[in-house]
C-alpha cells in the first residue's frame, strides 16, 4: 500500500496550492480520508478529514481558506488552500487508518 502525496511548494502568503493523495494497493472508499501537518518544533495537527459519504471536518485554524475532497473512482484525496498564510508552513502528510503517506512541504513566504 502507498500513499503519493503531491503537489506542495513554496507560496506568496494570499496564494493557493492543492495536494493530492493518490493512493496505490488497496481501494480505501469505505474510510475516511484526512490530511494532518507538522510544522518545526510542533506537533502534528489535523488539517481536515472527510468521510467515504462525503462529510467534512476542518480545523478552526483553517475553516473558510480550506476545502477537502475526495474521488473515489481514482482513489485520491485532495486539500484545496487558498489565501494562505505562514502559519500554514508545515509538511502536510495524507493518511488513511493505519497508513501515511510521505508528506509533502509547503512553505508560505514573501
Known amino acids: 500500500v502507498q500513499l503519493q502525496a503531491s503537489g506542495g511548494g513554496l507560496v506568496q502568503p494570499g496564494g493557493s496550492l492543492s495536494l493530492s493523495c493518490a493512493a496505490s494497493?488497496?481501494?480505501?472508499?469505505?474510510?475516511?480520508g484526512a490530511w494532518y501537518r507538522q510544522a518545526p518544533g510542533k506537533q502534528r495537527e489535523l488539517v481536515a478529514s472527510?468521510?467515504?459519504?462525503?462529510?467534512?471536518n476542518y480545523a478552526d485554524s483553517v475553516k473558510g481558506r480550506f476545502t477537502i475532497s475526495r474521488d473515489n473512482a481514482k482513489n485520491t484525496v485532495y486539500l484545496h488552500m487558498n489565501n494562505l498564510k505562514p502559519e500554514d508552513t508545515a509538511v502536510y502528510y495524507c493518511?488513511?487508518?493505519?497508513?501515511w503517506g510521505q508528506g509533502t512541504q509547503v512553505t508560505v513566504s514573501s
Open positions: 493518511t488513511y487508518p493505519g497508513y
Open positions: 494497493g488497496r481501494i480505501f472508499s469505505r474510510y475516511t
Open positions: 472527510i468521510t467515504s459519504g462525503g462529510s467534512t
